[in-house]
């Protein structure tokens, strides 16, 4: 069995500054994990893949997340905050199947 | 690419009601989920297909639903006698089925059950 946990309901950061979403997982095989990001009364929208490939990947808008192993982590992290990044925040895990497990979501939260 | 395609974007409904969701996915995606998505929280897993065979169905679904995808194109999602806790997003999305592939959401039906 595959799951995720995203380990902060809620993060703020001020514009311009770094941020981190933090999302550990669970699975009995080798993982696929995914970043979706949700925008208010918009669809849900893949931010980056991670497919046993590099482990760090670099995804749209600025974003990256590292895959580490040892930690079962898979934290999204973006240099510098921009105001369009306030949104929900997806942590995804694909295991044995091909169905894909959503955690609880990060909402963030971008202060001018 | 045209994206996925759900309809209807809203649908109310009294409680004891059937309803009938349909999503038309990418044409040439032959995986197609569909996800319940309620306020504050991540998608739940409902059921997914790999062309029209039906491969995996949530033990959360109870028999009051239930999803078909006749010729491995649309498909479509049934709720019978509806409750008031159906209440939520229903999301479909779609994937081109080579390995664990990204999924492509539709922007979902929003049933109210009153």
Known sequence: ?112 | DTGVSQDPRHKITKRGQNVTFRCDPISEHNRLYWYRQTLGQGPEFLTYFQNEAQLEKSRLLSDRFSAERPKGSFSTLEIQRTEQGDSAMYLCASSAGQGHSPLHFGNGTRLTVT
Request: include cysteine; proline fraction near 4%; aromatic fraction near 12%.
């Open chain 1, 1 to 112: 069995a595959q799951s995720v946990t995203q380990l902060d309901s809620h993060v703020s950061v001020s514009e311009g500054t770094p941020v981190l979403l933090r999302c550990n997982y669970s699975s009995s095989y080798s993982p696929s994990l995914f970043w979706y990001v949700q925008h208010p009364n918009k669809g849900l929208q893949l931010l980056l893949k991670y497919t046993s490939a590099a482990t760090l990947v670099k995804g749209i808008n600025g974003f990256e997340a590292e895959f580490k192993k040892s930690e079962t982590s898979f934290h999204l992290t973006k240099p510098s905050a921009h105001m369009s990044d306030a949104a929900e925040y997806f942590c995804v895990v694909s295991g044995g199947s091909y169905k894909l497990i959503f955690g609880s979501g990060t909402r963030l939260l971008v202060r001018p």
